[in-house]
């Protein structure tokens, strides 16, 4: 017994020594991060999760924002293992918005005062082998969504030609969202085949040389060690990534990896946590996407403050990891997370601070491109 109470008197020195360097912004060391990756204990984590939300506290008040999620093609001509909308997967839902379709979605979102559009699609074929004429239609959505709302727009729509990149800002987009979804090569060729991981990672180098914001993103539960979890956390700092996201893997009907067990919902979590601590001023989703509404105050507790995939009722859209859940009883929409945030010591946002933090982050992190984007 007596064993195990120095255990854990160690444990929590080790914990506040560790809380107390990201606290003065020193830099965590690899060893630092695979600890607390390991950590199990729940009243260490408990204080892991409050130090998180102190930091979040001190870089944003209780304020958090709000994305609207509008999946406007779910066509893909990809075969990532681990997804839904995987080529050839007829499990899943498919459908193509018609521009009207898109724009009054986007509306919707709009007038519920949500912060960002988030525009997403898998890699449609309709566009993707269309050239330039596919490419210019989807930049004409973008167009057409900035000018009925006048919101800021994040575009996750795969892989993009630097010709397309370069041409987001003018069109109206502020972020490129493009997730890796692991960083160790190996495991990435087994969850993205045929799809080249230097090709996607430098979209994100470049499109951040262009003066877009960037998220990046990593999976957990797809067979990736502690290891690989603490490189991506090192990828992203080196990305200079402005979002971070972690979400867990959802195993998919008709997929390769349909059996493949889910994780345990705490590793998602201590993952948010830890990006807290190694990216305090960055901002952090809690996905609704997974875990859905029940899941949301657990998120918010270990550090987020980013509320995603929030998606209108009525509109016939879905999620990516688990696609319908929440989403016809309005519980994805900004009423319906209120009593969460309520419960949570968090409220919205005003689109004003969250366009100060946008000015802040891009002046930061200017283009190194010979053009003025912004
Ligand atoms: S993860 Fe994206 S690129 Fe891969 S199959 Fe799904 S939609 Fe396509």
Known sequence: MSQNVFSLDDTRHKLRRILEKAKQRVPLSRSDVKWILDLSEPDTIEDLFKAARKLREKYFDNRVFLYGFLYFSTYCGNSCEFCLYRKNNSAAVRYRKSLVQIIESSRCLSESGIHLIDLTMGEDPEIFQAGEQGFDRLLQTIRSVKQNTNLPLMLSAGVLPEAVLRELPEAGAIWYACYQETHNRALYQKLRTR????????????????????????????????????????????????????????????????????????????????????????????????????????????????????????????????????????????????????????????????????????????????????
């Open 195 to 374: 799809q080249d991981y230097d090709i996607r990672i430098n979209s994100k180098r470049r499109a951040k040389e262009l003066g877009l914001l960037i998220e990046e993103g990593l999976l957990v539960g797809v067979g990736e060690s502690i290891n690989d979890i603490t490189d991506s956390i090192f990828v992203m700092d080196e990305l200079k990534a402005d979002q971070v996201r972690v979400m867990s893997f959802v195993p998919q009907k008709g997929t390769p990896m349909e059996h493949f067990p889910p994780p345990n919902s705490l590793k998602e979590l201590l993952v948010i946590a830890l990006m807290r601590l190694v990216f305090p001023e960055c901002l952090i989703p809690a996905s609704l996407d997974v875990g859905g509404h029940a899941q949301l105050h657990r998120k918010l507790a270990a550090g987020a403050n980013v509320v995603t995939s929030l998606i209108p009722p009525s509109q016939g859209l879905a999620g990516v990891a688990q696609c319908d859940l929440d989403i016809e009883d309005g519980k994805r929409t900004t009423a319906g997370i209120q009593s969460v945030l309520k419960k949570s010591g968090l409220e919205p946002a005003s689109s004003q601070e969250y366009h100060s933090w946008l000015n802040q982050r891009l002046e930061s992190s200017p283009p190194v491109s010979d053009q003025t984007l912004f």
